[in-house]
T-cell receptor, first 113, second 116 residues
Framework: DAKTTQPPSMDCAEGRAANLPCNHSTISGNEYVYWYRQIHSQGPQYIIH???NNETNEMASLIITEDRKSSTLILPHATLRDTAVYYC??????????????FGEGTQLTVNP | NAGVTQTPKFQVLKTGQSMTLQCAQD?????MSWYRQDPGMGLRLIHY???????DQGEVPNGYNVSRSTTEDFPLRLLSAAPSQTSVYFC???????????????FGPGTRLTVT
């Protein structure tokens, strides 16, 4: 799996957009970008994933650069409940064996009132 | 749907004791897995199952056993607890490649285990 690089921490004001970057310069053509988050003491929660095109769902938007070497997760109106560790994971989309997700250190996002 | 449920939420064991961590999902997912999370080490895969009757080892399987007799349940057994097994344990499930083309995993709330 391609390695990802994320800043260790970020701050964001409540109500503003939170933009979380992720570098994945060694990503392969068949690898997807996945984002999960983990709110303190809870299990990780899936947010969004994408291959090439930008994606949006009810939680967030995912912007992937044209060369696919980096991406940005956007929380359009951050709330205090969005304070969490955010993980960017690169993985092949179709799994043939195993069920493993490799979680790195992630980015600790703190939303301030 | 209840999603992925885990019991107990908290457990304290003495060294040498055995116990079973329960995990159940009601989404008819074929894939289920167990992770442990330790400070500064992220999530590490212990065991996983690709369907009823099929299990395999992850990266840290020693000291743990699993079985998968039904699609819904995937218990994790600690054979003889050691202080090194103090951790937070998460169970996860996801649909198989044949069910949906996605890698969205659903995680349970976790079991916090302390071994003294």
């Amino acid at each position: 799996d391609a390695k990802t690089t994320q800043p260790p921490s970020m701050d964001c004001a409540e109500g503003r957009a939170a933009n979380l970057p992720c570098n994945h310069s060694t990503i392969s053509g068949n690898e997807y970008v996945y984002w999960y988050r983990q709110i303190h003491s809870q299990g990780p929660q899936y947010i969004i994933h994408g291959l090439k095109n930008n994606e949006t769902n009810e939680m967030a938007s995912l912007i992937i650069t044209e060369d696919r070497k980096s991406s940005t997760l956007i929380l359009p109106h951050a709330t205090l409940r969005d304070t969490a560790v955010y993980y960017c994971i690169v993985r092949v989309g179709r799994e043939t064996s195993g069920s493993r997700l490799t979680f790195g250190e992630g980015t600790q996002l703190t939303v301030n009132p | 749907n209840a999603g992925v449920t885990q019991t107990p939420k908290f457990q304290v064991l003495k060294t040498g004791q055995s116990m079973t961590l329960q995990c159940a999902q009601d989404m008819n997912h074929e894939y289920m897995s167990w992770y442990r999370q330790d400070p500064g080490m992220g999530l590490r895969l212990i065991h996983y199952s690709v369907g009823a009757g099929i299990t395999d080892q992850g990266e840290v399987p020693n000291g743990y056993n699993v079985s998968r007799s039904t699609t819904e349940d995937f218990p994790l057994r600690l054979l003889s607890a050691a202080p090194s097994q103090t951790s937070v344990y998460f169970c996860a499930s996801r649909a198989s490649a044949g069910q949906t083309f996605s890698y969205e995993q659903y995680f349970g709330p976790g079991t916090r285990l302390t071994v003294t």
